[in-house]
């Protein structure tokens, strides 16, 4: 298809059993993960930001020069309730070597 650079699959099923924990809302989400994030150095040192949260999913962007704040900052979302799968489009500038 011409003009597509990129598809990102986004789309999670869900089991009758967890459908609860994804019912909170989306923007209640998006707050307990920038708090997170807040608290934990690490992610904010590192440009990292929260881009999107649809129904559970959350998705990081931005730009960091660590792979460690990168990795810390899928954690420390992953780690919040309701929190489904965390996707990422964040750049990882390492410096020349």
């Known amino acids: ?8 699959n986004l789309l ?7 459908r609860k924990t ?9 707050e307990s993960v920038e708090a997170a994030f807040t608290a934990n150095r690490c992610s904010v040192s590192g440009g ?9 999913a959350v998705l990081l962007s ?7 704040a990168h990795y810390e900052s899928v954690h420390v979302a992953h780690a919040v309730r309701s929190v489904q ?3 990422s489009e964040v750049e990882v500038e390492l410096p020349n070597s």
């Open 62 to 68: 931005g730009k960091t020069k660590s792979l460690e």
């Open 1 to 8: 298809m011409g003009g597509v650079n990129a598809v990102k």
């Open 48 to 56: 990292i930001k929260v881009a999107s949260v649809n129904k559970g």
């Open 12 to 18: 999670q099923v869900v089991p009758n059993a967890q």
């Open 22 to 30: 994804v019912e909170r809302a989306d923007a209640d989400i998006k």
């Open 85 to 87: 799968r965390v996707s």
